[in-house]
C-alpha cells in the first residue's frame, strides 16, 4: 500500500513537470505563430498603403501577444495556461482574417493546422495536417493563377510559404514533445518499478532476519537450560556457565544502544562467534576428561571386582582354616580322653605302669597346650572372619558408588553432548545472522545507487527510499547474542 502511494505520487510530480514543460514548449511555438502574423500584417498593410489599419492590425496581434504571456506566467503551472495561450492565439487568428481579406482561406489552413496539433499532440495528426496544407495552398495558388489577379500573385505565394513553414514549425514542436513525454513517462515508470522492487526487496530480507533471530533466541534458551541443569554435576561445567553468564552481560552492557551502527552488530555477532568457538573449545576438553573419568572409573570398578573376587576367596580359605582347627580341638579332646584312660590304666599297673603314666600326662599336657592354641587360633579366625565380611560389605559398596560414579559421568557425558549440539545451534544462527546482515547491507548498497540516481522529481521517492533505508538499519543494527537483546530486537522487527 505504502509502495503504491509512493508511486503514484511519484507519477504525480512527473506528470506535472511534464504539463510545464509542454507549456513552455507550447508558449515558443505561438510566439512564432505571432510573429509570423505580425509580420504579414505589417508586410500586406505597407503595401496596400493603409497606415491607420495596419496600426490597429499590429496593435491587436499585441494584444494577442500579451494575453499569450500572461498565460504562460500566471498558469504555466496548469492546465488552464495553454487555454489562455490558445486565447491570444484566436485573437491574432481573428485579426489575420480582417487584415488579410484576400488570403483567409490560407490563414484558416494554417491555424485550423496548428490549433488541432496543440490539442492532440499526435505526430500522425500534425503529418496529416501538414499534407492537407500543402495541398490545399498548392490548390488555391493553381486556382488563383488560372482564374486571379496576377496583382496579388506574389502575395498569394508569400501566404503559401508562411504557412508551410508554420506548419513545419508546429510538426518539430509536437515531435519533440511527443519524444519528451515518451521519455519522462518511460523514467517514471523505471523508477516505480525499481523503488517498488528495492521495497519488496527489504520486505523480504526483515522478514527472514525475524525468522533468523526466533531461531538464535530458541538456541540462547536451550543452551542457558543445558547450562543450568549441568552445573550441579560438574565444577567445571559451573565455571563455564559462570563465564558465559559473564560474557552475556558484558555484551549486555556493550549493546544497551541498539541504534548503533551496522557495523557494531556485525562485531557484536563475530564476537559471539568467538565465543562459541570458546565454548565449544571448553566443551572438547571436558568431554576428553570425562572420557578420562570413565576410564578411570572402569578400571577402578574392575580392580574392585576382582578385589572382591579375592576377598570371597580368602573368606573361603579362612573357613577351611577354620575347618582344620574345629578338627584340631576334636582330636585334642579325644587325646585327652585317650590319656586319661591310659592314666587309669597305668594307676591300675602300679609300678609297672608308672612311666607309661607319665608319657599319659605328657600327653594330656600336650593336648590342652594343643587345645588352648587351638581355641585361641579359632578366635583369630573368627576376628578375621569378620573383619574379611566387613571389608566384603565395604567392597560391595564400594563397588556400588563405583557404578553410581560411573552412571553420573554418563550423565555429565551427556549433558556435554547438548550443550555441545546446542552451542553448533547458535554458531548456525549467528552465521546465519552475518549472512542476512550482508544481505542487508547490499540492499541498503541497492536503495542508495537507486536514490542516487534519481532526478529532482523524485525528492518524494527518495524520502520513502531513506525511511526504509532507516527501517532495514534498526532491524539489523537491533541483532545481537544474548536473550535480552534478542528480544528487544524481535520487538523492533515485530514493529516493521
Not at 543450568?228 to 563465564?243: A, G, L, Y
Request: aromatic letters at 4%; glycine letters at 4%; one cysteine or more.
Amino acid at each position: 500500500m505504502c509502495c503504491e502511494r509512493r508511486r503514484l505520487m511519484n507519477k504525480k510530480e512527473v506528470e506535472k513537470k511534464h504539463l510545464i514543460q509542454k507549456n513552455n514548449l507550447t508558449f515558443v511555438f505561438l510566439l512564432v505563430i505571432h510573429a509570423l502574423a505580425l509580420v504579414c500584417t505589417i508586410m500586406y498593410g505597407n503595401k496596400s498603403g493603409n497606415l491607420m489599419r495596419v496600426i490597429i492590425s499590429s496593435g491587436i496581434v499585441v494584444v494577442g501577444i500579451i494575453i499569450t504571456i500572461i498565460g504562460k506566467v500566471a498558469f504555466g503551472k496548469s492546465h488552464k495556461g495553454h487555454l489562455v495561450m490558445f486565447v491570444g492565439v484566436l485573437i491574432t487568428y481573428f485579426d489575420t482574417l480582417w487584415s488579410n481579406i484576400n488570403a483567409p482561406l490560407l490563414y484558416a489552413f494554417t491555424f485550423l493546422i496548428c490549433f488541432v496539433i496543440m490539442l492532440h499532440k499526435s505526430v500522425k495528426t500534425c503529418t496529416i495536417g501538414i499534407i492537407v496544407a500543402v495541398v490545399g495552398n498548392a490548390v488555391y495558388t493553381v486556382l488563383y493563377i488560372l482564374f486571379g489577379s496576377g496583382e496579388d500573385l506574389f502575395k498569394v505565394i508569400t501566404n503559401d510559404w508562411f504557412a508551410i513553414v508554420g506548419c513545419v514549425i508546429a510538426f518539430l514542436a509536437v515531435k519533440m514533445l511527443a519524444k519528451q513525454d515518451a521519455e519522462l513517462l518511460d523514467t517514471a515508470e523505471k523508477q516505480a518499478l525499481e523503488q517498488q522492487e528495492v521495497a519488496e526487496k527489504i520486505k523480504k530480507t526483515t522478514t527472514e532476519i525475524k525468522e533468523l533471530l526466533d531461531n538464535a533466541n530458541v538456541s540462547v534458551e536451550t543452551l542457558a537450560q543445558n547450562i543450568e541443569s549441568s552445573s550441579t554435576s560438574i565444577n567445571q561445567i559451573s565455571n563455564s556457565t559462570k563465564q558465559t553468564a559473564s560474557s552475556i552481560q558484558t555484551q549486555t552492557a556493550m549493546s544497551a544502544n541498539i541504534t548503533e551502527a551496522l557495523e557494531a552488530v556485525v562485531s557484536q555477532t563475530k564476537e559471539m562467534s568467538l565465543t562459541s568457538d570458546n565454548t565449544s573449545k571448553v566443551i572438547v576438553e571436558g568431554n576428553k576428561t570425562v572420557e578420562s573419568l570413565m576410564q578411570q572409573s572402569e578400571i577402578v570398578s574392575s580392580i574392585n571386582g576382582e578385589t572382591a573376587e579375592m576377598t570371597a576367596e580368602l573368606q573361603n580359605r579362612v573357613q577351611g582354616i577354620k575347618d582344620v582347627v574345629e578338627t584340631i580341638l576334636e582330636i585334642s579332646s579325644q587325646t585327652n580322653l585317650l590319656s586319661l584312660n591310659a592314666s587309669i590304666e597305668a594307676a591300675r599297673a602300679g609300678e609297672a605302669g608308672k612311666g607309661f603314666a607319665v608319657v599319659a600326662d605328657e600327653i594330656r599336657n600336650l593336648s590342652d597346650t594343643t587345645k588352648d592354641s587351638a581355641e585361641k587360633i579359632g578366635e583369630v579366625i573368627d576376628e578375621l572372619v569378620d573383619s574379611i565380611v566387613a571389608a566384603s560389605d565395604n567392597m560391595q559398596k564400594s563397588v556400588e558408588a563405583t557404578k553410581e560414579e560411573a552412571r553420573l559421568i554418563s550423565v555429565t557425558d551427556e549433558q556435554f553432548k547438548l550443550i555441545d549440539e546446542s552451542v553448533q545451534q547458535m554458531s548456525d544462527a549467528v552465521a546465519a545472522i552475518e549472512s542476512k546482515v550482508g544481505d542487508s547491507t547490499n540492499a541498503n548498497n541497492e536503495v542508495i545507487d537507486s536514490i542516487s540516481n534519481l532526478s529532482a522529481s523524485s525528492e518524494e521517492v527518495v524520502a520513502s527510499a531513506e525511511d526504509s533505508i532507516s527501517i532495514t538499519q534498526g532491524c539489523v543494527e537491533s541483532m545481537d547474542t544474548t536473550k535480552e537483546i534478542l528480544d528487544k530486537i524481535f520487538e523492533l522487527s515485530e514493529s516493521l
